[in-house]
């Protein structure tokens, strides 16, 4: 994606905090709209496109965790940041579960933020040129379609965020195998941290969920290794 086309939702309700970022994205070439509310977020989102959501969680009004529950409901693609003072665990987790796509705790550098970005972004852009590859699999009585990030069966179609999309992709190219743990962080959050373990538990156990209807197909936790995707016909 380029840079100069990113269109980037802000918000933040401290104000100087907010124009030095949107100023300092702006001169990165970003069209950033700066929103010092979370009502005031959502009715922008509701009114404009955007390619890119910053957050701040603790916001007057709506917070970040309503806002990004919004987004999510009618966007699960848009890459979520979420800008946080918050340093609990459980504060984190419940924004990867929410579907942000990482989180920066405050006091950052805008060099941090950017580099964030520059990272999700280019997860973006990849799976966009992956578009015309063959990124079809069969789960049971599920048809996954990573390009446009869906789990399909006859009675439902589940749009899936894009950390979902790629931890799926990774055991269905391991399936009926182990997907050992650092592999897999490595691979989708690009760092093999204890906190980044623990985000990903929360993403299988949110895989696991859809893919209960069909009892042929399991996600299994191999204790002290990984996981393994095991499809019995």
Not at 9 to 20: H, P, V
């Amino acid at each position: 994606m380029d840079k100069q086309q990113t269109r980037l939702l802000l918000a933040e309700d401290d104000r100087n905090l907010g124009n030095i970022l949107k100023n300092y994205l702006d001169a990165k070439g970003y069209s950033t709209t700066l929103c010092v509310n979370g009502q005031e977020a959502t009715d922008a989102f509701a009114r404009k496109e955007f390619d890119f959501c910053i957050l701040d969680i603790m916001m007057p009004v709506k917070d970040g965790f309503a806002v990004a529950t919004e987004i999510r409901a009618v966007n699960k693609k848009i890459p979520i940041l979420f800008l946080t003072a918050k340093t609990l665990q459980e504060d984190k987790l419940k924004g990867f579960e929410i579907g942000a796509d990482d989180y920066i705790t405050k006091p950052f550098s805008m060099e941090e933020l950017l580099l964030r970005m520059h990272a999700i972004l280019r997860r973006t852009d990849e799976t966009i040129k992956s578009a015309g590859a063959e990124n079809i699999y069969t789960i049971g009585i599920f048809t996954f379609d990573f390009n446009r990030q869906t789990l399909i069966s006859k009675s439902k179609e589940q749009k899936l965020t894009s950390k979902e999309a790629g931890l799926l992709r990774l055991l269905c190219t391991h399936a009926n195998e182990v997907l050992d743990r650092p592999t897999a962080l490595n691979e989708i959050w690009n760092d093999d941290s204890y906190f980044n373990a623990r985000s990903m538990d929360v993403y299988i156990v949110k895989l696991r969920k859809y893919l209960k209807g069909d009892p042929r197909v399991e996600l299994l936790n191999v204790h002290g290794v990984g996981f393994k995707l095991v499809m019995n016909t």
